[in-house]
């Protein structure tokens, strides 16, 4: 079965610095793979996704994403972390169940930023 | 882009009686729309799958019952809690397929419900 593994549950970083979130999937066949971010009490904004192609993939707010077939992994990255950058963080891939294309999200990584 | 809108965004009821939250995709037609419960600093878990002019299914060990869906036309779903008991208070999510057969999802905002 389709699975998805954020292995960091709470990540700080300093303003300024470089992150990393990791995301491990488990899918037989080429994943749909996305990113999403929540805001406290608010639902969820794409950050960006992949399908095929480049296995670098560019979103918004200066994030990015490599996919790694061999590592099955999608890590999200940013160069310099912003103040305003702190929420919640999923992973989520695309599974076909019961004929519906659904979405299973990882446990999510909670991202804190400090000044 | 596409949005997706739920009200209320907040509600507190009483114990034993129901609510129902709407989910409506505003720029965009929805034949299906996926409902999610979130409880405090966890995932998003996916309760059932609402399509316009059939039942909804539901996942393993969500109560059909208890969670009415009903998707009423091709841009409104609605999840009834019915007896609502302090236990089903969480965060509820819906979100609508960008188009036909694709995986991106839009979301809504949210419901926050709380029973006391």
């Known amino acids: 079965a389709q699975s998805v593994t954020q292995p960091d549950i709470h990540i700080t970083v300093s303003e300024g610095a470089s992150l990393e979130l990791r995301c491990n999937y488990s899918?037989?066949?080429?994943?749909?793979l996305f990113w999403y971010v929540q805001s406290p009490g608010q639902g969820l904004q794409l950050l960006l996704k992949y399908f095929s192609g480049d296995t670098l993939v560019q979103g918004i707010k200066g994030f990015e994403a490599e996919f790694k077939r061999s590592q099955s992994s999608f890590n999200l990255r940013k160069p310099s972390v912003h103040w305003s950058d702190a929420a919640e963080y999923f992973c989520a891939v695309g599974a076909l169940s019961g004929g519906y294309n659904k979405l299973i999200f990882g446990a999510g990584t909670r991202l804190a930023v400090h000044p | 882009g596409a949005v997706v809108s739920q009200h209320p965004s907040w509600v507190i009821c009483k114990s034993g009686t129901s609510v129902k939250i709407e989910c409506r995709s505003l720029d965009f037609q929805a034949t299906t729309m996926f409902w999610y419960r979130q409880f405090p600093k966890q995932s998003l878990m996916l309760m059932a799958t609402?399509?316009?002019?059939?039942?909804?299914?539901?996942e393993q060990g969500v109560e059909k019952d208890k969670f009415l869906i009903n998707h009423a036309s091709l841009t409104l779903s609605t999840l009834t809690v019915t007896s609502a008991h302090p236990e089903d208070s969480s965060f509820y999510i819906c979100s609508a397929p960008r188009a036909t057969r694709t995986y991106e999802q839009y979301f809504g905002p949210g419901t926050r419900l709380t029973v006391t």
């Open positions: 899918y037989g066949a080429t994943p749909y």
């Open positions: 609402s399509n316009e002019g059939s039942k909804a299914t539901y």
